[in-house]
């Protein structure tokens, strides 16, 4: 099974930017999507952008998009978000999550395997 790691978690100013990282210390397949949802304080999960597992295709919330950018390496074994034009609404956890799904990568409930998350803190 899926092993996610995530890092690239830290403080930074409004309108800064950051690399998150999520790797699959199990290295069992390669075939999963993936996604990154995040919790703020106070609230629910919500959904920021996934991947299909060959990297075709990629989804984002409307919240993020133009600003944050999913991708993953040819190994497919990595997923990466790059965060620019940070806010501090974007304070949260941000976790990484894969899903034997084909669709549907919004929802939560369609992933198999999360990692245990990175904090993102953005100050104003």
């Known amino acids: 099974q899926a092993q996610l790691v995530e890092s690239g978690g830290s403080l930074v100013q409004a309108g800064g930017s950051l690399r998150l990282s999520c790797a699959d210390a199990?290295?069992?397949?390669?075939?999963?999507?993936m996604g990154w949802f995040r919790q703020a304080p106070g609230k629910e999960r919500e959904f920021v952008a996934a991947i299909n597992w060959h990297g075709g295709s990629t989804y984002y919330a409307d919240s993020v998009k133009g600003r944050f950018t999913i991708y993953r390496t040819n190994t497919k074994n990595t997923v990466y978000q790059q965060m620019n034009n940070l806010k501090p609404e974007d304070t949260a956890v941000y976790y990484c999550?894969?899903?034997?799904?084909?669709?549907?990568?919004?929802?939560?409930?369609?992933?198999?395997?999360w990692g245990q998350g990175t904090q993102v803190t953005v100050s104003s």
């Open positions: 999550a894969a899903s034997n799904s084909y669709s549907g990568y919004e929802r939560a409930s369609r992933y198999d395997y």
């Open positions: 199990g290295r069992t397949r390669t075939t999963y999507a």
